[in-house]
């Protein structure tokens, strides 16, 4: 066992090294990359359009991009649409007659992996100006918090509903053939089918409102239920739809096929055990016949397994296909690998955790030992295959090192990790439960066969003397053999004392072990929900973490000069890698503000770094990050100029990538007014 042990933790300690050893660019949500006008500018005449250009494709609404004047007046037309028609751009025409001063544009969209973007920055015309922007005006940033919960909820009851129906009905149809007649697995299938149809149903009538901000008041208007489906979600959730039709008639033929073969087969052992041993040795061909036939009879339903099997495969497959196809591996490098090993990621899931469930149940219900290894073997390949996907997709999706602790993605993923250790470890723990059930089975068996074939040889004298006596008991009633049978049905009754004797404490035992595992993978499935959720390395989401916290920047006036020191480290071994960014701010107050962006090595020496963004966002008003636009000054420093709208504890945040692959994120907070 030790040696087990050890070689389990060396394989995850390998897959570890290569999760973060090889760890490149993130996969993350549609970005911003340019505007037309840029972040602050300042432009002579008032523009006709404004136009914004994504890292990748987004789904627009006419109300996608908002334009505010400086009383917070809405100023363009309503009319949102692509840029020439190129998807990862969006444009809003901008009314006639406006006025000088500082404008303020607020922009939602929807990633190609089906996550909602949004953001704002301002320009100015004829000159900057303040700005009276109120926070109502650009809460659509962020969904309603009541909507984004319950949108939560029904995507994670759809995972675990997903992993219960999929893993059950390949635990019956791997393991315990038997077991579908048994009502709570019956019930557990059920459950999982529902469950998965209800939940799909209300991500379908959330999706809307959760995109656009609104209340849940909006989910069952039509008109965003259609503009759902218009989209690869909408698509994707309608496909699912059609394919839990078809799962319904599975779940009728798998329990009708299978279902009905249990009480044949269990009432064919008592009638054969309770025939004499005399007349099963004197007719030896008739019980090879008979043997015969019933191997053919079992062939309809080999064959309605094989069937079965391949039909909920198939099912299986195409419904993770409605998840994979719609989120993070539909966007991004390498989309031809990534989308098949996140199906198999998903299918690995739920046979472990769907399958667990229905062990759980089993066990209270008789499963068969050998049942229980079949599924032990299959669990053991299911974290197998869990295990190198996973690598993949967190090496796909990972930004950086720093990317596991300074962002949301990082964070979630490290608990993920931590979880599924767990599970692996509870595992390990089944399998010696699972060793000490068969020792007790493969012990009472083995007592049973030695006592029988002592009393078959006492029997068997006994008979042979009244053979010689000219007794004539063929057929009749025979006292000798009435005491044979009743010896040879004391031993059975022995055995299967002995069995319940030594199994019951391992059967207790294995019962309770895959309780806490089952527990431990419902925290699993609500944080893969978040996972998918959470747009990789994004600043956003270190920002949001930063303002949970008491504020602990500098102190600041109105008015004055500010100087924050921001601590950073890319990971990396180049001198530029490690060092401090300052940033002064003046006069930190609403409205434009003048700053300079320094970066010192630890010997407080200027670098130069390939790349360096500056940004700002005020979380309790859902504004930003609002980029701003960097002059070199010379061996870095830089200067520039942010558009500060509204007052708050804002939230300063430097990108530095000192190489192409080390990059790290600082943040500070600010506060203005």
Not at 182 to 198: F, P, Y
Not at 357 to 371: F, N, Q, S
Not at 397 to 424: H, N, P, Q
Not at 579 to 607: F, S, W
Request: net charge neutral; glycine share 10%.
């Amino acid at each position: 066992m030790p040696r087990r042990v050890a070689s389990l933790l060396a394989v995850l300690a390998a897959a570890v090294a290569v999760l973060f050893g090889g760890a490149g660019t993130a996969a993350a949500h549609a970005t911003l990359v340019s505007t037309d006008p840029a972040q602050g500018a300042v432009t002579a005449t008032a523009p006709a359009a404004v136009t914004l250009t994504f890292s990748e494709g987004v789904s627009l609404t006419a109300d996608s991009v908002r334009v505010l004047d400086p009383a917070g007046k809405q100023v363009d037309n309503g009319d949102a649409a692509h840029a020439d028609g190129k998807e990862a751009s969006a444009r809003v025409t901008l009314r006639s007659g406006l006025g000088n001063g500082t404008y303020t544009v607020a922009w939602r969209a929807v990633s190609e992996d089906s996550h909602p973007v949004g953001g704002a920055f301002t320009f100015s015309i004829g000159a900057p100006s303040d700005t009276t922007v109120s926070a109502s005006s650009v809460q659509g940033a962020e969904p309603d918090a009541v909507v984004a919960a319950a949108y939560g909820t029904a995507r994670t009851v759809a995972y675990a509903a997903f992993a219960l129906l999929v893993g059950a009905a390949a635990f019956v149809l791997i393991c315990w053939p038997r077991g579908v007649a048994v009502h709570r697995v019956q019930r557990l299938l059920m459950t999982g089918w529902i469950a998965l149809l209800v939940s799909t149903v209300a991500v379908l009538l959330l999706r809307g409102p959760y995109e656009r901000g609104t209340g849940l008041s909006q989910a069952f208007d039509l008109s965003l239920v259609r503009a759902t489906l218009d989209e690869r979600i909408g698509t994707a959730l309608a496909a699912r739809l059609l394919l839990l039709a078809a799962g319904g008639v599975f779940l009728s033929l798998l329990v009708g096929q299978l279902g009905q073969d249990r009480a044949p087969e269990e009432a064919a052992d008592p009638a054969d055990a309770a025939e004499p041993p005399e007349s099963r040795a004197e007719d030896g061909e008739e019980a090879e016949l008979r043997a015969l036939e019933r191997r053919a009879a079992e062939r309809p339903l080999r064959d309605a397994r094989l069937g079965l099997g391949v039909g909920g495969a198939v099912l299986a497959v195409a419904l993770s296909a409605t998840w994979v196809g719609a989120d993070h591996s539909s966007v991004g490098i390498q989309v031809p690998l990534a989308l098949p090993t996140a199906a198999l990621h998903l299918l690995a899931m739920a046979l472990w955790l769907g399958g667990l469930a229905t062990l759980l149940v089993g066990l209270r219900h008789g499963v068969p030992t050998a049942a229980v290894e079949r599924f032990s073997k299959l669990a053991l390949g299911a974290v197998t295959v869990l295990t190198v996907t996973g690598v993949y997709q967190s090496w796909r999706g990972l930004g950086s090192w720093g990317a596991l602790v300074d962002t949301e993605y990082g964070r979630l993923l490290l608990i993920k990790t931590g979880l599924v250790a767990g599970m692996v470890g509870l595992a390990w723990i089944s399998r010696a439960w699972v060793a000490r059930l068969r020792t007790a089975d493969e012990a009472a068996d083995g007592e049973a066969a030695d006592e029988e074939a002592e009393q078959e040889a006492g029997a068997g004298a006994a008979v042979g003397s009244k053979q010689a006596a000219g007794a004539t008991a063929r057929g009749g009633d025979d006292p000798a053999r009435r005491a044979q049978l009743a010896r040879q049905q004391a031993a059975r009754d022995k055995a299967t004392e002995r069995r319940t004797r030594d199994g019951v404490p391992a059967r207790a035992g294995l019962r309770r072990t895959v309780l806490v595992e089952s527990v431990v993978a419902v925290a699993v499935l609500v944080v893969t929900t978040m996972l998918t959720n959470s747009p990789p390395g994004r600043v956003a989401e270190a920002v949001a973490a930063t303002s949970q916290s008491p504020a602990a920047g500098a102190s600041t006036v109105p008015g004055r000069t500010v100087e924050l020191k921001l601590p950073y480290d890319t990971g990396g071994s180049t001198p530029n890698a490690k060092g401090t960014a300052t940033v002064t701010v003046n006069p930190v107050a609403t409205g434009p503000n003048e700053v300079t962006l320094r970066l010192d090595d630890k010997a407080g020496k200027p670098v130069e770094v390939p790349e360096v963004q500056l940004a700002f966002t005020l979380p309790d008003r859902d504004l930003g990050p609002l980029p701003v636009t960097l002059a070199p000054q010379g061996t870095g420093r830089w200067s520039g100029t942010a558009q500060l709208p509204l007052a708050g504890n804002w939230v300063v945040s430097v990108t530095v990538r000192s190489s192409d692959i080390d990059q790290s994120t600082a943040t500070e907070q600010l506060k203005v007014g």
